[in-house]
């Protein structure tokens, strides 16, 4: 952010002039705007070091920093805070500089970002830990997006397992394609209970007799490689089923993919890699090849099994080979449960040990768990719950809220409460969704955010009706409110966001947004004909709007014209 920037700057000049190296200078912004738009702490570091009083250092320090029509004055607080007030000036100029672009960066400008989640296991339905992952995907993408980069965005769905030759093993068991073609095949579910039911009873048969495992064996082999059999075609239908159904309930969450790589393709060029890399990077070990991850201060893993298959580790290799082949990413991105951090550090390790660029270039990102609260909602959505019925549950919750029951609004206010209450909460954390708070239009969350924007369209609506003007902010008999003062600091947050790929810095962000301009809001007569400012409140109105609207997009979350 340029204003950061030229304030660091002047501090840096500032002691030079007395003396003193110019370190790195941390600023922040004050919890309490009576101390300032940002303040340092930077007398105090170098007072400690220098062993001096660092109240004193603070005021050299203040006295030599040079005059700038963006600061309107400098003070000393505390045990020796500079605080920063800026001008009147700088306001103006960034508030008339918020357009429908505003937090928009340049920091990836022409490089190529991929991020890859929500990677379904095909056969088995879409819950919640889906969701979490697609959420902070989705808003991940969006922030790659804003950077600049030319994103491609990638799903790593599951598609051959032991565990889907068990489906499809009691798929035909009933009937095969004609049992299919029987079932309903809405993309809201039903579909996936017949394959997810098939999953359940073939592992249960599997678990219980060896001829069924046996005949689960044979069914492998041939969804592997006979594309001509009974159970070939079978497996095939199902996962055009499944995959129709995953991109149904990903594009309700507003979210899509540009391509998918599988794991039947990543495990074949993983083993290819892993066998032509043993002994340089991986190891013979009792008929496995193993990875000696001890030496690495880690653990060992084995990457092909002693049947000769490719385990999951060896698929992932396989899969970053993949993703840089195909696409060459200067940055790739992917998401998972905090549950594999140890896991990817294991193989991002190994990967290394083959093609540095491909863990050098590579950034892991975690999520934690979702629980829900209160009997009723456990009760209705069970130990892991599937996304449409978390969807429809909470879709319904919102509709006994609304005093008109509008399905498709309902439909919006349900995913902005439950991807609120996932992104507000940093990565690798567990969250708790509660209906009563999330859903709340006056709480921390997201319907809170999308009714402030409302607001604002309709005080904007009626201005027009009225025939209001919008206006630049008065030269004179005016002092810049918190609204002034959080605004501008939408660039500095994006900008935050992206360094660590953090969207809770977005939610936290329009959650402070949304509390100052409410507050103003109640505090001020926007549409007041009599008030030379009328012109300049709506101005503020309508940015307010854009900065709202910028920060929702950022967590995949549509900003409603009214509510």
């Known amino acids: 952010m340029e204003i950061k920037k030229e304030l660091e700057n002047l501090i840096k000049e500032a002691l030079v002039k007395i003396g003193l190296n110019a370190p790195a200078v941390h600023l922040e912004h004050p919890d309490d705007l009576s101390f300032g738009d940002f303040s340092t702490n930077i007398a105090m570091v170098l007072a400690k070091e220098r062993k001096q009083n660092p109240k004193f250092l603070a005021e050299d320090i203040k006295n030599k920093i040079s005059e700038s029509e963006l600061i309107e004055k400098t003070e000393v607080a505390g045990p020796g805070f500079i605080n920063f007030f800026l001008s009147k000036k700088f306001f103006k100029e960034s508030i008339n500089s918020i357009d429908e672009n505003f937090g928009k960066l340049n920091i990836y400008q022409g490089k190529k970002i991929l991020v890859e989640h929500s990677s379904p296991n095909l056969f088995k339905p879409f819950h919640i830990g889906h969701m979490m992952n697609n959420t902070i995907g989705e808003s991940i993408t969006r922030l790659a997006q804003f950077s600049g980069a030319n994103v491609t965005k990638i799903s790593y769905p599951s598609d051959i397992s032991l565990g889907i030759a068990k489906a499809v093993w009691e798929i035909k068991r009933k009937g095969g394609e004609k049992y299919l073609a029987e079932q309903k095949t809405d993309l809201d579910g039903a579909i996936m209970a017949t394959l997810g039911e098939a999953y359940v009873a073939g592992t249960k048969a599997f678990e219980d007799s060896e001829d069924v495992q046996k005949e689960v064996r044979e069914v492998y082999k041939k969804i592997i490689s006979d594309q001509s059999s009974e159970e070939y075609k079978i497996y095939k239908t199902g996962k055009d089923l499944n995959l129709s159904y995953f991109e149904h309930v990903v594009h309700r969450l507003g979210s899509r993919f540009d391509a998918f790589i599988f794991e039947s393709e990543a495990g074949a060029t993983g083993e290819e890699i892993v066998r032509k890399n043993t002994p340089k990077v991986f190891t013979e070990s009792d008929g496995a090849i193993i990875f000696e991850g001890e030496k690495f201060g880690l653990h060992t893993r084995v990457f092909i099994n002693k049947e000769g298959f490719p385990t999951y580790e060896a698929k992932d290799i396989g899969l970053l080979s993949l993703k840089f082949s195909k696409w060459n990413p200067d940055i790739s991105l992917f998401v998972t449960d905090h549950f594999q951090k140890e896991y990817f550090k294991v193989v991002s390790n190994a990967a290394g040990q083959i093609n540095p660029e491909w863990k050098e ?119 810049p409110s918190e609204l002034e003062k959080t605004l501008y600091r939408f660039s500095e947050v994006t900008e935050t966001s992206v360094a660590n790929w953090a969207p809770h810095t977005v939610a936290s962000y329009l959650l402070n947004l949304s509390r100052a301009f409410n507050s103003w809001y109640g505090n001020t007569k926007v549409l007041d004909k009599e008030n030379e400012n009328a012109g300049f409140y709506l101005t503020l109105v309508e940015k307010t709007a854009m900065t709202l609207k910028n920060g929702l997009y950022l967590l995949g979350i549509e900003s409603p014209e009214r509510m």
């Open 361 to 479: 270039k590579t950034i892991h990102r975690t999520h934690g768990r979702m629980s829900f609260k209160g009997a009723k909602m456990s009760s209705r959505l069970g130990g892991v719950p599937l996304a449409t019925d978390i969807l429809n549950t909470i879709c319904e919750e919102a509709m006994d809220r609304m005093s008109e029951r509008d399905a498709e609004m309902a439909d919006k206010i349900a995913i902005s409460a439950i991807k609120f209450t996932i992104l507000k909460t940093e990565a690798g954390k567990d969250t708790n969704f509660d209906p009563e708070t999330s859903l709340s239009f006056e709480g921390d969350s997201g319907p809170y955010v999308q009714y402030t924007v409302a607001r604002c369209n309709s005080l904007l609506e009626k201005a027009k009706s009225e025939g209001f003007v919008k206006k630049d902010m008065p030269e004179s008999s005016w002092t």
